[in-house]
T-cell receptor, first 114, second 116 residues
Framework: DAGVIQSPRHEVTEMGQEVTLRCKPI?????LFWYRQTMMRGLELLIY????????DSGMPEDRFSAKMPNASFSTLKIQPSEPRDSAVYFC????????????FGPGTRLTVL | AQTVTQSQPEMSVQEAETVTLSCTYD???????LFWYKQPPSRQMILVIR??????QNATENRFSVNFQKAAKSFSLKISDSQLGDTAMYFC?????????????FGKGTKLSVIP
């Protein structure tokens, strides 16, 4: 059974460019999370979807960030325009609300904005 | 709001020895779940072990076990017979069990190095 799939694994771009990160959650999971990991701030929740609907986007840093989940098997996180301070590892995680609330993480996308 | 504190930024252990990583948390909830995640250099977040707060018995997964002290709000991870592959960042995490609970709160992590 495939885990959470993210693409690309690495992304290097120049300041001002648009960046799109992609995620495929585990089949059957109804919750999807986007996290950002940096040395300074650790793991931060950016946005949470439940049944494809954004429930909590309070962690999205600013209007340059947007996320969509058009269907149960796909989500995107877009940064436009990108800035050097957006450089981080971005994780997607999915879960099925059960007694454990366990979240399964993808391999992450390492984003470098020059 | 919940907080998770890992007071040991870095630790090291000799191969085959035992090491304990500390974690404390703060919450007003009576029931919740606690996790330890491992992040090796590949950066994949891997669940190591989970504990339900209402269970008295400490969770165990092969060489990994926890010491869960609910009154003290402490949740330490013990790794026995340490192996080189255990070298990684370890994150303690908390999530509530109430309706609508989804926020996984992480500690800052402990970097563990296993020395041959």
């Amino acid at each position: 059974d495939a885990g959470v799939i993210q693409s690309p694994r690495h992304e290097v771009t120049e300041m001002g460019q648009e960046v799109t990160l992609r995620c495929k959650p585990i089949s059957g999971h109804n919750s999807l999370f986007w996290y950002r990991q940096t040395m300074m701030r650790g793991l931060e929740l950016l946005i949470y979807f439940n049944n494809n609907v954004p429930i909590d986007d309070s962690g999205m840093p600013e209007d340059r960030f947007s996320a969509k989940m058009p269907n149960a098997s796909f989500s995107t996180l877009k940064i436009q325009p990108s800035e050097p301070r957006d450089s981080a590892v971005y994780f997607c995680a999915s879960s099925l609300a059960d007694i454990y609330n366990e979240q399964f993480f993808g391999p992450g996308t390492r984003l470098t904005v020059l | 709001a919940q907080t998770v504190t890992q007071s040991q930024p870095e630790m090291s252990v000799q191969e085959a020895e035992t090491v304990t990583l500390s974690c404390t948390y703060d919450t007003s909830e009576s029931n919740y779940y606690l996790f330890w995640y491992k992040q090796p250099p590949s950066r994949q977040m891997i669940l190591v072990i989970r504990q339900e707060a209402y269970k008295q018995q400490n969770a165990t997964e092969n060489r990994f076990s926890v010491n869960f002290q609910k009154a003290a709000k402490s949740f330490s991870l013990k790794i026995s017979d340490s192996q080189l592959g255990d070298t990684a960042m370890y994150f303690c995490a908390f999530i509530g069990s109430g309706a609508g609970s989804y926020q996984l709160t992480f500690g800052k992590g402990t970097k563990l190095s296993v020395i041959p």
